[in-house]
Structure formats: C-alpha cells, structure tokens
C-alpha cells in the first residue's frame, strides 16, 4: 500500500519553477514595461509574500515525496532554502542570498524528482 497522495509528484518542482517566476519573472516583466514606456507600481511587500509562499509551497511537496522514497535530506534542504529566501525578503536583502536560497530550493526539488523516480 503506497501512502503517496495522487498527482502530487510535480508539486516541488512546479512550486520551485513558480517563485523562480514571481522573483524573476517579475523583474523580467518590469524592465520590459519600463522600456517600453510604461510605468508600474509593485507592492513589493505582496511580491515577497508570493514567493516566499510558493517556497513553502514546494517544501510541502517535498514532504509528500518523503512519504514515497524515506529520504529527509531533499526536505532539510528545501526547507533551508525557503529558510534563507524567507530572510531574504524580510530581513535583510542580498542579491547572493537569495540566489543561494534558490539554488537551494531548486536542488532539492531535483533530489527529490530523482528519488521519486528510483523508488517508482
């Protein structure tokens, strides 16, 4: 009997690719605008929030895949890179941080899709 939850197997990784999106993806979109004559107001406080939200999303989804393969070591991660990205953009902002916090996050998300396939 398997205690994993149906279609939850891209959570982390569809989690991960959404912050990835709401961090830079936004920045993206703002210089594009900007250079195009257009000017946006962005309520940053709302912007980390998302973020932040779609980190824990994915150390959530990183849970779910530790009922599957027994393996804690991608949800430490994980959980250490929402960690340092939720410093980021509350605390105290460094650009090194929060692509460290990144890389964190999106390693676990690999660790995590790779182990989920040996154990399938």
């Known amino acids: 009997m398997s205690l994993k939850p149906p279609n939850s197997s891209l959570l982390a990784s569809l989690a991960t690719a959404l912050s990835l999106a709401a961090c830079y993806g936004t920045l993206a979109a703002i210089g594009i605008l900007g250079a195009l004559g257009f000017a946006i107001s962005l309520n940053e406080t709302l912007w ?10 994915a150390v959530g989804g990183l849970g779910l895949g530790l009922l599957q393969h027994q393996n804690p070591w991608p949800v430490v991660i994980g959980g250490l890179g929402a960690g340092v990205l939720g410093y980021t953009m509350y605390v105290q902002y460094g650009r090194l941080t929060e ?6 996050l999106c390693l676990a998300a690999f660790w995590d899709w790779r182990l989920r396939r040996m154990s399938a």
């Open 48 to 57: 980390a929030a998302a973020i932040v939200t779609f980190a824990v999303l």
């Open 99 to 104: 692509v460290a916090g990144f890389v964190l």
